[in-house]
């Protein structure tokens, strides 16, 4: 929790690491939209490949990569057990059954799918954001959005509330030890009594924070507008964000990559067949 | 013209409600170019309400504040008025708007418009000014409590003001923390020429001044330059203290040792009494 | 009975790369009626050590005993342990949350289970013993308070469980010179009423030289020595060596010391040094003479 501010940043000095941020975000919503068309086993394949390479390539140990899916293991559990029980196949396909529970093979497929579709939709991110700070990202994302501004939508103004948050959580994290620590030593307890009790006894905890988090935000706007800051106008940045050859690369690799997916979708050009010697191979 | 002028302030907080209380009363002062002001007075005797005027946080309920003959009422000056009065605050942890130390000082820079080059050099510049050039690209929580607030002076500096207003910035430093920080206030003061206005409750820290203000109540009640420590009663009855050097030299005098008016420094007195 | 504190030690984050030794084999004993402080710099493991007395941090290696209480086993009686040690932290003005000043003070005793008509006296009395009139503080609410009288009354709301030892935490951090002075003044009558034993953390060595008859100083996790005031800031080798600053008084007297007259190197009080200046001058005029 105290290290909200770093996010799960993985540091380490890999390409993937030095991308354009904005790039990695624009790179990593292409990879999105691309699982989405991915149908076959082959297609599956092929991406696991692909980000495992790029795994491999940041240097972050595979390890830190798949911890993250503990957080949806459940949520990958629950969708499969879902699909193999209410899925209705073709009477040929049951494999089966017993009481009111029928299990299809199509069933099987669907939810093995499923399964890895969201794990793959996961693991996009999850390289994301070990690769790149949440600053670079807000930055990022504040560059990426600036058009909308035009349309009154107040893009800097979100992503200043966004980077403060991250500045001020560590600061509050800590305080709200203290002053955890500082009704404990009152007698205070957090830890007995039913569900009701304990959030009436976080009380003593809540008020001093709600307090001091007014009395900081406050200061902080003093102190903000001491440094003549007036919002988006005028404002320039120190940090240039600029598209190098390694940028470049990446956006055609991906480009490839999605492009072979839709090559394996469609059937273009009646590619079909390596499809099929690529599905034997495994 | 002096640089900033206050001309018969006043100020009050929750004005309108039955708990206004009126924190500066007919407050005048001129500061020239160049000095180092002390403003002294104890907890809750209007001197940080003096820093949040000094450049428009907030605006006096009557009278006027001029900064380089701008006024602070003027919407339009208020911009020139803040590249030009800058403020450190109490609480290094309530001033750093970002996780990156780089990235936080460049902010006032960004503010005003600079291109980019020229925004990195000035963090350079001013994290030399306050002797962290090693932290650029370290995060702030990890620093002591002087660092941190070195880094927010730097924030301060990196627009380059001319005058720098430090509200009670040393107040919740430990004795190390203040040296750090009184170290680097005095170097601006000597080697960039700036305009320095102290805020504090420590009398020990304004023997470096050329003048010093003595707040109670909202009001100034003494101005002048060391002789004010003279006025032993007077400066505790407003609950200050005077340099402790002083009051040693003041309890001897009054013990029949032949001590000089004006001692205030350790050397001196030990100069005197060693002869 | 004393404070013993054997073989402590104290590791945050094991077995992370943030690993680190707060507290390394702590031996410490505090007697009955010690006013004890414990100085060091940012980091050296004070807040650590000190948060272990009312097991607001468990013991990982080594024992304590606090006012016979062993603070090893799993199980403790919480609420004995801590209306035995009242521990107000840094800026404790700031834990202040009830709306009125006398519920808040109430606040302690009514988590230790003190009867009803106990807590109303204890509460009284506590907002006394801070300086502050009972009948006028009572139903004010503790947040418009100035800032002084909050940190009084964040005082009080210890007080009141009526703790044998007191453990403070840089009491007078961010106040003026008379705040300061007011609130040591007041620690002292605390401790000669209410609680026998005081610790006291401080970076301020006048306060810590001024008030304490034993200083423990830490450095790096490390309890390296402990003194009484005057012994301590004579020693200038292990000040220097532990990067400790001297109190303004005991820099003079060394001052002085230094260029020949004939002044204890270890005085820390200003009446003293200034009886001593005194004494050695007129020494000198009379030989002169």
Not at chain 1, 82 to 97: A, H, I, K, M, Y
Not at chain 3, 189 to 213: F, G, P, Q, W, Y
Request: with cysteine; glycine share 6%.
């Amino acid at each position: 929790m105290k290290d909200v501010s770093i996010g799960q940043y993985y540091p380490a000095n890999s390409v993937i690491h030095r991308l354009d941020p904005r790039l990695k975000l624009v790179l990593c919503i292409m990879y999105i939209v691309m699982i989405f068309f991915i149908q076959t086993f082959t297609g599956y394949a092929l991406t696991a490949v692909f980000i495992l390479a790029l795994v491999f390539i940041s240097r972050v140990p595979l390890l830190k990569v798949l911890r993250s899916l503990k957080a949806i293991i459940f949520l990958v559990l629950f969708t499969v057990i879902l699909t193999v029980l209410f899925f209705r196949g073709n009477p040929e396909d049951l494999l089966w059954s017993a009481w009111i529970i029928r299990i299809y093979k199509a069933a099987l497929i669907n939810a093995g799918k499923m399964a890895l579709r969201i794990i793959l939709l996961v693991l996009g991110p999850t390289v994301l954001t070990l690769t790149t700070t949440p600053v670079e990202l807000t930055d990022a994302l504040e560059r990426l959005l600036k058009p909308l501004s035009y349309i009154k939508i107040p893009v800097h103004e979100l992503a200043i509330i966004m980077s403060i948050a991250l500045r001020l959580i560590p600061t509050l994290v800590e305080e709200t030890d203290k002053i955890i620590s500082a009704q404990k030593a009152r007698g205070a307890d957090f830890e007995s009594g039913n569900l009701f009790k304990r959030a009436k006894a976080m009380l003593p905890v809540l008020i001093p924070l709600f307090v001091s988090s007014f009395r900081r935000a406050d200061e902080l706007a003093y102190a903000m507008d001491s440094r003549c800051y007036r919002g988006a106008k005028g404002r320039t940045r120190m940090k240039i964000m600029r598209l190098t050859f390694k940028d470049f690369a990446a956006f055609l690799v991906m480009a490839a990559f999605f492009f072979c997916i839709l090559l394996l979708r469609y059937n273009w050009f009646n590619i079909g067949f390596i499809a099929e010697i690529i599905a034997r191979g495994f | 013209m002096s640089l900033i002028e206050f001309e018969h302030v006043n100020y009050s907080y929750n004005a309108g409600t039955e708990s206004e209380t009126l924190a500066v009363k007919d407050f005048s002062l001129t500061i020239e170019e160049g000095e180092f002001i002390a403003l002294v007075g104890h907890n809750g005797s209007g001197k940080s309400t003096v820093a949040k005027l000094v450049n428009g946080l907030i605006l006096p309920s009557n009278g006027t504040v001029k900064v380089d003959g701008m006024r602070t009422d003027d919407k339009d000056k208020l911009f020139d008025i803040r590249k030009t009065v800058g403020v450190v605050f109490q609480n290094p942890d309530n001033q750093m708007i970002a996780t990156i130390i780089e990235d936080d000082i460049a902010f006032g820079p960004e503010n005003i418009g600079l291109p980019p080059k020229e925004i990195s050099e000035r963090v350079d510049w001013a994290l030399e000014c306050v002797g962290m050039s090693g932290h650029r690209k370290g995060t702030p929580f990890r620093l002591s409590g002087g660092q941190k607030q070195r880094i927010a002076i730097a924030g301060v500096l990196a627009i380059k003001p001319r005058v720098i207003v430090l509200d009670e910035s040393t107040a919740m430093l430990d004795p190390v923390g203040r040296d750090e920080v009184m170290k680097v206030v005095k170097r601006l003061r000597d080697e960039e020429k700036m305009t320095v206005i102290m805020i504090t409750h420590f009398m020990e820290e304004t023997l470096d001044a050329d003048r010093i203000v003595v707040m109670n109540d909202g009001c100034i009640v003494l101005q002048g330059g060391k002789e004010i420590f003279e006025r032993e009663t007077e400066l505790e009855t407003i609950g200050l203290d005077v340099p402790p050097i002083k009051r040693i030299a003041n309890k001897l005098r009054a013990k029949g040792v032949n001590v000089a008016d004006g001692v205030l420094d350790a050397e001196t007195l030990a100069g005197e009494l060693c002869r | 009975m004393p404070i013993i504190i054997k073989d402590l030690n104290y590791v945050y984050s094991p077995k992370s790369p943030y690993e680190k030794q707060a507290l390394k084999n702590i031996n410490l004993t505090i007697e009955d009626g010690d006013y004890f402080g414990i100085i060091g710099h940012t980091g050296s493991g004070k807040s650590t050590l000190i948060s272990h007395l009312n097991a607001l941090t468990r013991i990982q290696s080594g024992s304590i005993t606090v006012d016979g209480i062993d603070l090893k086993p799993k199980k403790l009686d919480y609420k004995k342990l801590r209306s035995t040690v009242g521990m107000v932290f840094q800026y404790p003005e700031y834990q202040l949350f009830d709306e009125t000043v006398e519920k808040d003070v109430a606040f302690g005793p009514k988590n230790i289970k003190v009867p009803e008509d106990e807590i109303k006296e204890r509460v009284k009395q506590a907002i006394e013993m801070v300086g502050l009139n009972y009948e006028k503080f009572k139903d004010r609410s503790p947040f418009e308070l100035s800032g002084g009288q909050k940190r009084r009354v964040a005082l009080a709301g210890v007080l009141a469980m009526r703790p044998k030892i007191l453990v403070l935490d840089e009491p007078t951090a961010g106040l003026d010179p008379r705040g300061k002075r007011e609130i040591l003044e007041l620690i002292d009558s605390v401790k000669s009423r209410l609680c026998h034993t005081v610790i006291m953390i401080s970076h301020n060595m006048d306060e810590i030289a001024r008030s304490c008859n034993k200083i423990g100083v830490m450095s790096d996790g490390e309890l390296k020595c402990v003194l009484p005031p005057k012994e301590l800031f004579s020693r200038r080798d292990l000040l220097r060596e532990l990067n400790i600053k001297m109190p303004i008084i005991t820099e003079f007297a060394n001052m002085l010391a230094d260029r020949g007259l004939d002044v204890d190197r270890g005085i820390v009080s200003e009446d003293e040094l200034v009886d001593a200046i005194v004494k050695a001058k007129s020494a000198v005029g009379g030989t002169q003479e």
